[in-house]
């Protein structure tokens, strides 16, 4: 039985945006610690599916969700009464998706928002753009990132994750709002290291698809992973992050699951480029948003922005949108001048 089933009273509402596979994951853990979940999505057969079949199918196809979650397509019903607000909607519609919200969200309400990601246009943060549209300060909104595949959370697999706020009392409520025995929940004060990282090392995961589609094999990827940690590290203390919370589970954690299973949408993507797709019939061929091609774009401007030296990213950059050949990359970041490594 999970730890917090005792802790809530029966009816206290969380609120998830939106009805992808974290989203829906995360709603299945929330329900499991005595939450009545509803879920908000736009898509109406979805909300129907979940309601009547409790499934998710396009996201989660063997999933069997809790009966305690639900779906909705009206947002104000969704957030209606709820003690907790979870977002999970893609970094490309969070901020549209905290606009719709913040007129319904009430002020008491804890904010957790669960993307990997940098808002295209202006680079921000996650936690910036929900304190932007919401109108709450930044250090309310709490973070949740990690080593977390959702087919493996909503299986009830053990799962550890971590929650960052600046507000240590934030940071607690989420933790005893998602704390169970399957799903253990650490807090931490670096939001900046926490969001940094969960948005890089899908990058590096798109370099792991790479390799492993055209068969380098252990050493290689192993020698990808290494330094694109330094990469991750050297951009977040760049941005004011700990260099400590890259060796934790939003760092080094999340960076080996990522890249290291089939379950993750980057590195599928990278092995199907590497196969000869074209990122356009990728992208359309696995019907899901894949934050990584998103957050290239993004890393290769904040690393000019902060004059920090990037490789990996960088030649990702020219793979994805400047038609550079994979091997060809590969063959320049062997070729780079000799360094030390630190």
Same mark, same amino acid.
């Given at each position: 039985?999970? !730890?917090?089933s ?34 908000w ?17 396009? /996201? ?13 397509t009206?947002?104000e ?12 909607? =893609? +970094?490309?519609?969070?901020?549209? %998706? ?12 804890? %904010?957790?928002?669960?993307a990997?990601? /940098?808002?295209?246009? +202006?680079?921000?943060?996650? +936690? ?8 709450? =300060?930044?250090?309310e ?11 493996e959370?909503?299986?009830r ?5 971590v ?14 709002a ?12 670096d939001?900046?290291? !926490?969001? %940094? ?17 055209l068969g ?29 919370? /890259? ?10 699951v ?61 793979v ?5 050949? =994979?091997?060809?990359?590969?063959e ?11």
């Amino acid at each position: 039985m999970p !730890v917090n089933s005792k802790r809530h009273a029966e009816g206290n509402k969380a609120a998830v945006l939106v009805a992808g596979s974290w989203g829906t994951a995360l709603a299945a853990v929330l329900a499991d610690n005595g939450y009545e979940v509803s879920i908000w999505t736009r898509n109406a057969s979805q909300a129907d599916e979940i309601n009547v079949r409790h499934t998710n199918t396009r /996201f989660l196809p063997k999933a069997v969700l809790p009966a305690a979650v639900t779906a909705t397509t009206d947002m104000e019903a969704a957030l209606r009464g709820a003690a907790l607000a979870l977002f999970a909607a =893609p +970094s490309s519609a969070m901020r549209a %998706v905290a606009q719709s919200a913040s007129r319904y969200l009430e002020n008491d309400t804890l %904010v957790i928002h669960a993307a990997k990601g /940098f808002e295209a246009e +202006s680079l921000k943060r996650m +936690s910036t753009v929900l304190s932007e549209e919401l109108d709450r =300060p930044q250090a309310e909104i709490v973070v949740l990132s990690g080593p977390s595949h959702a087919e493996e959370v909503v299986e009830r697999k053990p799962t550890t994750v971590v929650v960052a706020a600046e507000s240590q009392e934030a940071a607690e409520k989420a933790q005893d709002a998602l704390i169970n025995t399957d799903f253990r929940v650490y807090t931490n004060s670096d939001v900046v290291g !926490v969001e %940094v990282a969960g948005a890089i090392k899908n990058i590096i995961a798109l370099g792991a698809g790479l390799s492993d589609g055209l068969g380098f094999g252990d050493n290689a990827k192993a020698a990808l992973l290494t330094r694109g940690l330094a990469e991750i590290g050297r951009l977040g203390a760049a941005m004011g992050a700990n260099p400590l919370t /890259f060796a934790g589970l939003a760092g080094v954690g999340d960076l080996i699951v990522t890249c290291t299973s089939p379950h993750s949408r980057n590195w599928r993507a990278g092995s199907l480029i590497a196969a000869g797709g074209t990122l356009e019939e990728v992208l359309q061929k696995m019907g899901m948003v894949v934050e990584g091609v998103r957050t290239t774009r993004a890393a290769h401007l904040l690393a000019e922005r902060y004059e920090v030296e990037m490789p990996i990213t960088e030649q990702l950059f020219q793979v994805l949108f400047e038609n550079k050949s =994979p091997r060809a990359a590969v063959e320049d970041l062997m070729g780079r001048t000799r360094t030390n490594e630190i």
